[in-house]
Every structure is written in structure tokens, then in C-alpha cells.
């Protein structure tokens, strides 16, 4: 298993440690709904080293991510970010991604930890435009400054004037003495603040200088679990489970990143897809009923027949309900339809609602 530069202090601060996309992650610390609390209303730190960064530069560098990307990279400008995703051949889903626009011909682009390879692989097949491409995932760390207070805690350490970085937009700056760190208004909880990228040698002094800054705020170190009902309570998708090579984009709801503007892999399956709709869907439930979903529970109808399944489910700490993600079969998946989902043998209902949960 790896180990991010910041495992030696997630030990010391005694947080539970897992494995997770071939690294030894903190899964939680003082425990998930302190956590998730914690970033709702004031401020939480997470190391997320674990992703993979990736350099494609050069002057075929837009015209190879124009090609492997669903969304218009042609849309960006220098300092700003745009989400994506690398679709197969075959009308799935390779990987989400962020791609960020460096300087003309260099884009920095940020994948999930457990696709690094198989992401590096699929870009690499069709770099028929001569790009240069440096995997910088090794040398890399990540920390995400989230909730509501974490622009007020990070400017403690940056002259960077982080109220005028709109939101999916960046700069390079220095943080706590730090030089050429990346600062991006982006993040993955939906509650605001900031990501940081920066060689892995300054991770525990940033770490250390972003937990002292936040300590009046009420800044608490974050785990992964925490990072799941985030996400979840504002319906993002997460890879592997709500997203994977057999789903496409416009089954995912991600049809707002699918550009058709420009040629990409498989246009033509998804230009059908939505032209002709679609046989199912991901959408956003709450159940009706007590009872907590979970991954891969079954989705039935009032007759008991199966119509789909769960992606993601959880108990929301936020509304104290159980709530998910699932696909589902035309015609259940329009907003209102009355499902049910297979809880331990018991048919727990089920409305089908508008993402995001909070």
C-alpha cells in the first residue's frame, strides 16, 4: 500500500486508517457526523494526496484533451478549471477529472486515485498530437480546506486576495511561506473553500500551519467518511460507484459536460443517447420510511419487481433520513415516482427528488 507524505501525523492525531485506492487513508478522526458537521457550519482539513495529477503540455496539448474529454476545453481560460470526464470507446465512463488551464499549451489535470494508471494509459493511446505528458502523481500533495470558514482561515497564510478566485477558478500563490502552490476554489463537500497542490516536502509544515490558523474558526481535521456524506448530501457523483466504465454521462445526469461542439470519443453513442433518451437514469432518492440504504441494494417497484439499483446510499446527518443515489429504469426515474429500496428483505419506499439533498 502507499502512504501520502502526511500518514506519520494522520497517526499521530490517531485517526482510523484504511486502505483505499492503494493507499493507507484516514478514515475518520474524532468521528463522521462531528466531521461532517464541522465543515457544514465552520471548517475541516483533508489530506487527498491520494488523487493523481498529470501535466499535458505542448502545442497538441488542447487538441489531445479536446479529443479524450467530453466537456469544451476550447471554454477555458488561463486560471480557470472545468470538470470532465474521459469517456471509452464503448460509451462508458473511463474516469471524472478536473482539467485546469495552466498557461496557453499547459493544462494540469486531476484524476481519482484508483484510475491513475488506467487513466494515464487511456490519455497516453491517443497523444497522436504530440503532447508532452509528465505524471506528477508521486511528487504531488493535496489538501482540501473546506466550509464555510476556510476562506477566512486560509487567508491568514496567503497575500493571494482569495475572495476574487471564482468559483472552479485558480492562481498560483504562495501559502504559509510556501511558494508555487496551486489555489483552487474547488472542492468536493459543497460547502465551499479551497484545494491546495504543492510538492509533497511542504505537506506536514502546511498542514501544521493550516491547523493553527484555523483553530479560533473551529478547524478539525477530515477523513474520507466524512468526505462520503458530503459529497453525497449534494448528489455528486462518485467513481466506482455512481459512475464506472459501463455508465455513460448522459445516464449520469452528467449531460452538461458532454459538449457536442467538437469530435470526442464515442459522440456518437451519447449524440444518440440523447436524442433518443435513455433506457435509465441516476437519480437522487429519499426514503420515506426508516431504514439506511446502501451500495448495491436493489431497487424495485410496488410489485416487487427489480427497476435498479443503489450507488451510493447514507443516513444524511444533515436531514437525518436515509438518501442515495441509484439507477433506475424508465419510466420510475421521474422526479416524484414512488420506488423502493431492498433494505435487509424489506421494501422500504421511496420518492425519487432533485439533487442536491442540502
Not at 489535470?109 to 505528458?133: C, E, L, R
Request: with cysteine; proline share 4%; charged share 25%.
Amino acid at each position: 500500500m502507499k502512504k501520502t507524505a502526511l500518514y506519520d501525523k494522520h497517526a499521530s492525531l490517531g485517526a482510523k486508517i484504511v486502505p483505499f485506492a492503494g493507499f493507507e487513508m484516514p478514515v475518520q478522526y474524532s468521528g463522521v457526523t462531528e466531521e461532517h458537521f464541522a465543515v457544514r457550519e465552520k471548517a475541516g482539513l483533508f489530506d487527498v494526496s491520494h488523487m493523481g495529477q498529470f501535466f499535458i503540455e505542448g502545442p497538441g496539448s488542447k487538441d489531445l484533451l479536446q479529443f479524450v474529454t467530453t466537456n469544451n476545453v476550447d471554454a477555458l481560460e488561463n486560471g480557470k478549471a472545468q470538470y470532465s470526464c474521459l469517456p471509452n470507446e464503448n460509451g462508458g465512463i473511463v474516469d471524472d477529472l478536473i482539467v485546469y488551464k495552466m498557461e496557453d499549451d499547459k493544462y494540469f489535470v486531476v484524476v481519482n486515485a484508483s484510475n491513475i494508471d488506467k487513466d494515464w494509459n487511456h490519455i497516453s493511446k491517443y497523444n497522436t498530437f504530440g503532447a508532452k505528458m509528465t505524471n506528477a502523481s508521486d511528487d504531488m500533495s493535496l489538501l482540501a480546506v473546506q466550509g464555510p470558514k476556510a476562506t477566512e482561515i486560509l487567508q491568514k497564510l496567503t497575500d493571494v486576495n482569495l475572495s476574487e478566485i471564482p468559483y472552479y477558478h485558480f492562481t498560483v500563490g504562495s501559502v504559509a511561506g510556501v511558494n508555487d502552490i496551486i489555489i483552487s476554489n474547488t472542492g468536493y463537500t459543497g460547502s465551499g473553500g479551497f484545494e491546495i497542490y504543492f510538492k509533497n516536502e511542504s505537506a506536514e509544515n502546511l498542514w501544521d500551519e493550516i491547523m493553527k490558523a484555523g483553530e479560533a474558526e473551529g478547524i478539525i481535521p477530515c477523513g474520507l467518511a466524512a468526505r462520503d456524506t458530503l459529497r453525497l448530501e449534494k448528489g455528486f457523483c462518485l467513481y466506482g460507484n455512481d459512475i464506472d466504465d459501463t455508465t455513460s454521462p448522459i445516464e449520469a445526469g452528467l449531460g452538461w459536460i458532454t459538449k457536442f461542439d467538437k469530435d470526442f470519443v464515442s459522440k456518437d453513442v451519447f449524440a444518440k443517447q440523447k436524442e433518443e433518451g435513455v433506457t435509465r437514469k441516476l437519480v437522487a432518492f429519499e426514503l420515506t420510511d426508516k431504514g439506511v440504504p446502501r451500495h448495491d441494494y436493489p431497487v424495485v417497484d410496488a410489485e416487487g419487481n427489480v427497476i435498479g439499483k443503489v450507488t451510493s446510499g447514507t443516513q444524511s446527518p444533515m436531514k437525518k433520513i436515509g438518501l442515495g443515489l441509484a439507477y433506475v429504469d424508465k419510466p420510475h426515474f421521474k422526479l416524484g415516482s414512488e420506488i423502493f429500496i431492498q433494505v435487509r428483505n424489506k421494501n422500504i419506499p421511496a420518492k425519487v427528488v432533485k439533487a442536491p439533498f442540502v
